[in-house]
């Protein structure tokens, strides 16, 4: 994967998941026949596809599930693919974004809640890594977590680059031939960027206010059995 | 403490800079860093900060993370600090903050006294320094926790497997006999003389470590020794190839108690060991009968060997006639040589061979040096023969003399049945100070060794049923005659060499005398001839005088003008 230069600030950057490894997210959810399958999993696109069909067979296989999953989950992964890569090649953003990143998610019995903030434009972030820090910094003993956490990030900032990827070019349509200021926040809905100037301009401190701390604190809970079954009885519920 | 440890907030603290110091550990490779600057160190390893493409990224804001970070983790320094902890409170891309975090994890800035858990040091220092935010570092690790080497760490890569006995890998002690080498005390052999015999009765394969009965074969390269059988079965050891290896067959006896050495192999040895010196080789060959150890050994068993070794290339063209006589006299030459090579090494710590090569043979010729008699005697020998040689050098010749006639007296007094026997031992007394007498006459070191050899054998010649102890002190009596008479032929030596320096001396006064008369010679001619001159000059300035009168009283001036002419 190469990297762009440090020049790469003021020009727009084709669009790719903007970590040092450009894995995509793959969520799968599928159902058949009252059996359901849900997974998340990361994907490398420039991976033959033919591979697609032996993960599908391997894990049905692995999971006991019924043959009928494979095409089910081979069709999946080949459409968020097929989505990914439509596109490449597009211009993303252009000039620092810097977005905030927030989770909020449970895996099996551990409940995580954090938010930090993100720089898209430094491929040098590595998702799992984080993740990886993250469980070892909190204690936290479920092996699931970590990949869990590291999902979620790849998945905002994946959708983050696709906002950025319209965005840029609704841009480009409106405002032809000119290029705005590059500080200014590009984005005009979902991915809010943080103001820049206001948190690193000259006058202020990145240490942040005391106050603040609380909110950028990762929060990590463990739930007994009875939350875990109430939690998934009315996720249930939400899916119906 | 957290007042002044947030740099951005202290401009003006001075008051309290004193009490808030604190000795922190940081390792001795971070110890650039200071709070104010931002070393080079970091900037190259956190690029990003320092090229100003991004707004989110400048020395500040790195020096903002950098500081923060460490002050938090200097809150309580005995805790480890997680990036995690840290994250909540900095604004910034968590990618970013992570590595500014690992970075100073790395250089040993934050969590370093926390992971090593020696944490004490700090605080105890105090803090009178007034350096400002300057962290001091401490040098290396305390010495409580410095790693050290294990003992024998070395020893497996310096030393042939044998040495490396601690490991159980085989070879046993008997193979370090070997490898002893002796210091050169005499008292070396006396003390260990025994226990070295011992131990080479017990020399072991070095690779088997089974007992080495009768052949073996030594690597050239390091005396590595194995038996035949490791031999036959290619075990050589490490670094060593068959090339290396030959083949030595000790005797059969040498294997059962050391060496029974008969007294031909004995003298064969001696001539050998004069003949080639110390290359072992050589000796074992001519001796033939004996191996290369057994003959080394033998030679430090012997009370003079050592000293023969010292020796043995000066002594080389003395070789003479039958056991006893042959041994006597050589203890006399190289006593004497002995003595020499002590006070030159006593001189200058570097003697060199060709000096000693000069000295080739004849000791007699070079003369004896004052320190040399004053040599001190505990140190030179155990050997009896020697001290007896070393005395009869210090005395005078003539008390040596007559040492030697009281003890011989003293013998018979002693014991009244030998007298008649002794007779001949006077005899050779006699002899003995007829040879003092001729060489003082001759000053002859050939005629005077000849006789007292003479004597020496017709004194052993006619004792031959005499009884061992006799025999032995009747030679005690012919060492001190005979080194009373050689001392004598030094003493006289050194006369000589004295006189002739002296006129040598003498010589070159007179000649320098010459000179001097000589150019005086010279001087007087050039003083007369120049006096000549002057005389000429006068005479011809005498005449011009008269001339030039004689024209002016011809010219007719008259005598007033010139008497005017005087006046003014």
New interface residues.
Partial sequence: MKTPA??F?RNPVKFRMPTSENLVPIRLDIEIDGQRYKDAFTWNPTDPDSEVVLFAKRTVKDLKLPPAFVTQIAQSIQSQLADFRSYEGQDMYAG?K?IPIKLDLRVNHTLVKDQ????L??F???PE??AR??CK??AIEDPEVGPAIAFAIREQLYEIAIQSVVSARESRLSKKGRRGAE?APVSKGGAVAVD??K????KS????KRKE?DV???IVDLLSNEEVDALEAKEERNFR | MELSKDP?SNPGRTEDSDSELELYTIPSSSRWFAWDEIHETERTTLR?FF?G????R?P??YK??RD?VINKYREDPTRKL????V??????????L??VFTALEGWGLINYGATSGDTDAEGCGGGAEDEGWRVRVEEGAPNGIRVVATPNSLKPITLPRGATTKDGSGPSSGFSSDCVKLPPLASYSDVYGDLMKQKQKEMNCGFCGDKIDSGHYRSSKDNFMICAKCFTNKNYGDNRSAEDFTLTVSSENSGEQGAVWTEGETLLLLESVMKHGDNWDLVAQSVQTKSKLDCISKLIELPFGELMLGSAHRNGNSNSVNGYVNNVKQVQSSSSSSNHQETSKAQDQSHDLTNENEQNGDAVEESPSKRQRVAPLSDTSSSLLMQVGLIASVVDPHITAAAADAATMALCDENLCPREIFDVEEDYALSVNSANNSARAHGDEGVEMKSSNQSEIDARGQKDGIPLTLRVRAAIATALGAAAARAKLLADQEDREVELLVATIIDAQVKKLQHKVRHFDDLELLMEKEHAEIEELKDSILTERIDVLRRTFRSGITRRKDYSYVKS
């Fill in positions: 440090s020049g600030y620092e810097i930090f903030l993100w720089d434009n430094n040098e972030s590595d890594e984080f820090i993250f910094d909190m500080y820049l100037v948190l690193f301009g000259p401190s990145v240490v942040r701390w950028y604190e990762p | 951005n990003e090229d493409t991004s707004m989110s400048s500040k804001i903002e993370y923060f997680l990036f995690t902890d994250r909540k409170s900095l604004v910034g891309d968590v990618t970013l992570r590595k």
